[in-house]
Nanobody, 127 residues
Framework: QVQLVESGGGLVQTGGSLRLSCVASGRTTSTYAMGWFRQAPGKEREFVATTRWSGGNAYSGEAAEFAKGRFTISRNAAENSVHLQMNSLNPEDTAVYFC?????????????????WGQGTQVTVSS
C-alpha cells in the first residue's frame, strides 16, 4: 500500500502563489505516475497535472489547459514526492487539491486511473 500526504495549501490573495507537496510512503513510487487533481464545492474532481516516468531519472509532465503557464509539476524520486508550484492564482482555483499515484505509470487525465489518493489540501484564493 502507498500512503500519500499533501501539504502546502492555504489562503492566498488573487495573483499569489502556493507550492503544494505530496510525499508518498509505503513503497517506492519512482516508476509510478503521480499527479494532482482538484475538486471545488459542487463540482466534479478535475485533472490538474501529472508526471510519468520516462526511464532513468527522467519524468515527463502534462497539465490541464487552465494550468499551463501558471502551474508547474515536478518530481523528486529520491524523496518519493511530487510538487505543484501554483502562480498567478485566482478565485476560480479555489478547491481541495488531491495528490494521486498510478502504479501502472500511465498518468491519465481521468481520476479513475489512479490507485492511491491523499486526503487533500485546501486552497482558497480570495479576490
Amino acid at each position: 500500500q502507498v500512503q500519500l500526504v499533501e501539504s502546502g495549501g492555504g489562503l492566498v490573495q488573487t495573483g499569489g502563489s502556493l507550492r503544494l507537496s505530496c510525499v508518498a510512503s509505503g513503497r517506492t513510487t519512482s516508476t509510478y505516475a503521480m499527479g494532482w487533481f482538484r475538486q471545488a464545492p459542487g463540482k466534479e474532481r478535475e485533472f490538474v497535472a501529472t508526471t510519468r516516468w520516462s526511464g532513468g531519472n527522467a519524468y515527463s509532465g502534462e497539465a490541464a489547459e487552465f494550468a499551463k503557464g501558471r502551474f508547474t509539476i515536478s518530481r523528486n524520486a529520491a524523496e518519493n514526492s511530487v510538487h505543484l508550484q501554483m502562480n498567478s492564482l485566482n478565485p476560480e482555483d479555489t478547491a481541495v487539491y488531491f495528490c494521486a499515484a498510478d502504479s501502472r505509470g500511465r498518468g491519465l487525465r481521468l481520476s479513475m486511473g489512479y490507485d492511491y489518493w491523499g486526503q487533500g489540501t485546501q486552497v482558497t484564493v480570495s479576490s
